[in-house]
């Protein structure tokens, strides 16, 4: 087997590709090759939207070799080969003559339309990506209106180095003026061979030397300033919603414990008598205490949602532990997502052993069908929009399109890695489950509920649950959709850790809150209702990635927009299944406590 052309007689391969790698420095002599590596290019506001570099009517060598990649690198679209840039360490170059290209009208067409839709190209030196733009394109004017394009036929490499290692590289083109490109092609006038355009590539390269060493390059890195800077230190808008949500969250529990007070302390001033007699005159949550441990429907569904909500909030964690150690470089293309790949297949046993465990102890009888269901609750939904994604890149030629080789790679870590320890995770739940902990019996037969007030509704609960926690996260929610869906390098990742703390603790606050006002109308029916309300959380989040898209980005057309809309109702459905399954947990536990300090039989 092989994986993108990676040898087979080495067992660290498969290693490679499934698990994020470190940037280690590689240290050159003088004179010693520095490969440069084209990579992609596409337009410059749509960052998924990617296509090999090699697609346009560029200079390449007779034979393409790519570079062996990562699993990482390949999801992230990279389709990195050799160029014909002559790079040796620490010697400069001045107007190296790369090739001489002739290109017809068709492929000056082509250049044309890549300039007006802003394409830039990402070539990789020593793991640096270098970014520039294809051309020049300048409006001016309504009466006369000019339209002028050009093409970038010189590039300027500068090149820092220290010791003996490279520390960063950029281009540019600031003392090159363009080649102009006209409607046509062979009207141009510059260089015109049979109808075409005859173009020459030349380059430099300057070598400068830094006192930044190789362990902090990627410092110099984030300070570059291709693509806008968006992301800054927002420790004033973080440190708002923190009080925010100190307030609420002490708002709550100040409340509840003086209304639960009293209600013990009315509820517990009982004459002597059997449990039946507490309901003569009663009312409240005291007085569905028969009832209130009633097993919900769907038993399996249910514990198919806590046991994949768990196996995203262990992935979520481990991520973010992960990367506050400082595992994911930003010189290594796909690290997050190489990691995050293993973490889910690993992952897996959790969502098995939590949902299989629980099932079991609400007395479930078909727990094989549970742990089908619970493998396929996630990944059914992601496999379809995958398809329907990768698809339309696949028909537009994107590198965003995976290879057939890195297809059957995902689908072998599920199939041998993923479903198996979920198996083996549903099978030892099943094994350990005890009896479900309820504090007092249930009735056989089910009392009616009264009617509800309209603001105890469950699209009410889900509105007040799903905003409270999505109001304690749009600060953060802008930057983490910049860096997934933009070009930035997220750093902050503990500010990350804190506001993921934070959206936990409301979100199990609110339920538990919710969940009173629920039970204190007589209605017993909140295992269903406390993932709904905080869960409903991933709908605000797929409304702003509306609002994101339409206003806060520049990105159109179709590839881009179904990649975008598809993927963020994934990560509006993962916030469902986590803030669900902690919101069920809170709740769950505050039932218990609440009836176990009643004085009942």
Same mark, same amino acid.
């Given at each position: ?28 002599? #003088? ?32 034979? /393409? ?30 107007? #190296? ?53 050009? *093409? ?13 290692? /490279? ?63 968006? =992301? ?71 514990? %198919?949602?806590?046991?994949?909500? %768990? #196996? ?13 150690? @400082? ?45 089908? *269901? ?35 790679? =995902? *689908? ?16 030892? @739940? ?37 905003? *409270? ?22 750093? =902050?990742?503990?500010?990350? =850790? ?39 959380? @991933? ?20 590839? #881009? ?41």
């Amino acid at each position: 087997l092989y994986i993108l052309g990676l040898p087979t007689d080495r067992l660290c391969v498969l290693v490679l590709c499934l698990l994020p790698h470190f940037g280690w420095a590689v240290s050159y002599k #003088q004179g010693d090759p520095v490969i440069l590596y084209v990579n992609k290019v596409g337009p410059y506001h749509n960052p998924q939207e990617t296509y090999h570099y090699y697609t346009l009517p560029v200079c390449r060598p007779k034979e /393409v070799r790519h570079k062996a990649l990562s699993l990482g690198e390949v999801l992230d679209g990279d389709r990195m080969a050799e160029s014909l840039y002559n790079i040796h360490f620490k010697e400069n170059t001045e107007r #190296q003559t790369l090739c001489k290209l002739t290109l017809s009208e068709k492929e000056v067409d082509q250049l044309r339309e890549a300039i007006e839709e802003l394409y830039y190209f990402e070539f990789v030196l020593d793991d640096i990506p270098i970014w520039g733009f294809v051309g020049y394109m300048e409006e001016s004017g309504f009466l006369p209106h000019s339209h002028k394009v050009g *093409l970038w036929t010189h590039l300027d490499f500068n090149i820092e180095y220290n010791g003996d290692s /490279v520390i960063f590289a950029n281009v540019s083109v600031k003392d090159v003026k363009p080649e102009p490109i006209e409607e046509g092609g062979g009207d141009a006038g510059h260089g015109v061979s049979s109808g075409g355009l005859t173009v020459t590539h030349t380059y430099s390269v300057r070598w400068f030397e830094s006192t930044l060493p190789h362990s902090r390059r990627a410092e110099r890195l984030r300070d570059y300033s291709f693509f806008p800077k968006t =992301l800054e230190i927002h420790w004033l808008s973080i440190i708002n919603s923190l009080v925010l949500v100190v307030l609420l969250l002490g708002f709550v529990i100040i409340i509840l414990m003086r209304v639960l007070k009293n209600d013990f302390a009315r509820y517990n001033v009982e004459e002597d008598g059997s449990c039946d007699d507490l309901d003569q005159g009663d009312n409240g949550w005291k007085i569905i205490h028969t009832d209130v441990f009633r097993f919900p429907p769907y038993k399996s569904l249910l514990c %198919a949602v806590l046991g994949v909500g %768990a #196996q995203f909030l262990t992935l979520a964690t481990g991520i973010i532990v992960m990367a506050l150690l @400082g595992m994911f470089n930003v010189h290594r293309h796909g690290a997050i997502n190489s990691a995050a790949i293993v973490l889910y297949a690993l992952t897996s046993c959790v969502s098995g052993y939590c949902s299989c465990s629980f099932y079991t102890q609400i007395q479930g009888q078909r727990w094989v069908w549970n742990i089908i *269901l619970t493998s396929a609750l996630f990944s059914a939904p992601l496999f379809f929009t995958w398809s329907v994604v990768n698809s339309v890149h696949w028909w537009s030629g994107s590198t965003q399109a995976l290879p057939a080789t890195t297809v059957l790679l =995902l *689908l072998g870590a599920w199939v041998l890695v993923g479903f198996p320890l979920t198996v083996i995770g549903g099978i030892v @739940g099943k094994n350990r489950a005890g009896n479900f902990q309820a504090p007092c019996r249930t009735r056989n037969i089910a009392r009616q509920i009264p009617q509800q007030p309209w603001y105890k509704h469950t699209a009410v609960h889900m509105a007040i649950g799903g905003f *409270l926690p999505f109001s304690a996260i749009s600060v953060e929610l802008y930057y983490i959709f910049a860096t997934a869906w933009g070009r930035e390098h997220y750093t =902050l990742y503990g500010i990350l =850790l804190c506001v993921f703390a934070i959206l936990l603790s409301v979100g199990a606050c609110i339920s538990v809150a919710l969940t009173y006002f629920l039970l204190s109308g007589e209605d017993y029916r909140w295992w269903w209702r406390s993932v709904l309300s905080t869960g409903s959380t @991933g709908i605000f989040i797929f409304v702003y990635s509306l609002f994101y898209y339409h206003n806060r980005s520049n990105m159109s057309g179709l590839v #881009q927009s179904v990649e975008f809309f598809g993927y963020s109702l994934l990560t509006a459905f993962v916030f469902s299944l986590m803030l669900g399954t902690v919101s069920f947990w809170a709740s769950l536990a505050f039932i218990r406590y609440i009836y176990r300090s009643l004085k009942m039989d």
